[in-house]
């Protein structure tokens, strides 16, 4: 049965490659272009069932949320931070379907961890987590707790865990095919395709890639941007992450590394999603205050 279902996916892989050249023009989905711009959504990911991830997402969630309860280390629906990390993501979900347009139909959950670790996600399918440690030790301001968020949600948006899914598999299938045309059609390094199948089983457990990691940034600082939140914390939470890391190193860090080039890489959009911010808070943008981060605890 697995084997069928491989082959269905090789066939559709072989197709969509032959077809490839004929790809019509994207239509601009936003007339009003401003902002990050939107881009097509990873041509990969159509081969994960949508369906099965969000199933195996929505899991996972409640696994996690289950033990953390029989800890005492869900923080519960009433404390502030609970309602803090709730009301951030309210302002920023309504934005989320400019990047996926299946966002809209999806069940947000927002949760806190209580936790020293310093680090956040969201799963497919909208389901995010905070760890507690992260607010603390890093004295997040709302405009950063949403730049986190922001990041955290658009890794979700875009797709990356579905499209890595996918890669792994079609590592292995394309070793098999022989495909060169069919792995740079991929987007897959032609070296991971000679290393074969072994190489597959590994992919799946590892960080994000560079390139996911570095669209999560620009769609994150948008999306926070839309909702109202100073695009510039971006570039304050990356100094606070790397002044905390070099004292104690944060798992955040381990899964986003290079700071430095992320900071460089924010700040030249900051022409970009600087307009957007100034427009939804009624300001001039020549005339925005400077950005005012929170000091670090002692
Ligand atoms: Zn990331």
Known sequence: MKKFKLTLIALALAAGAASAGQAPAQAPMNPRADGI?????????VFADEQEMDQQSKLQ???????????EALVPDSDPQV?????????????AKRWNPA????????????????????????????????????????????MVMGHEISHALREHARKRAVQS??????????????????????????????????????????????????????????AGYDPRAGLALWQKMGAVNSQEPMEFLSTHPSGESRI???????????????????LDVNKLPPYQTSPLPN
């Open 103 to 146: 966002a809209a139909n999806w069940n947000w959950e927002v949760n806190l961890l209580n936790s020293d670790q310093v680090n956040a996600f969201c799963m497919p399918g909208g389901r995010i987590a905070f760890y507690s440690g992260i607010l603390t030790k890093l004295n997040l301001t709302d405009d950063e707790v949403a």
């Open 61 to 71: 969630y409640s696994q996690l949320l289950s033990e953390a309860k029989q800890k």
């Open 37 to 45: 711009p939107v881009t097509k959504l990873s041509r990969l990911r």
């Open 169 to 226: 598999t079609a590592v292995s299938i394309a070793s098999r095919l022989g495909g060169a045309a069919l792995s740079s059609y991929l987007g897959i390094d032609p070296r991971l395709t000679d290393a074969g199948a072994n190489m597959a089983g590994q992919l799946t457990v590892m960080k994000f890639s560079r390139g996911d990691e570095t669209e999560a940034d620009l769609v994150g600082i948008d999306l926070a941007a839309r």
């Open 264 to 282: 460089q890489d924010m700040q030249k959009q900051m022409p970009l999603v600087l307009p957007v911010y100034a427009r939804v808070r009624g």
């Open 83 to 95: 309602k803090r990390l709730r009301a951030i993501a309210a302002r920023i979900v309504p934005n």
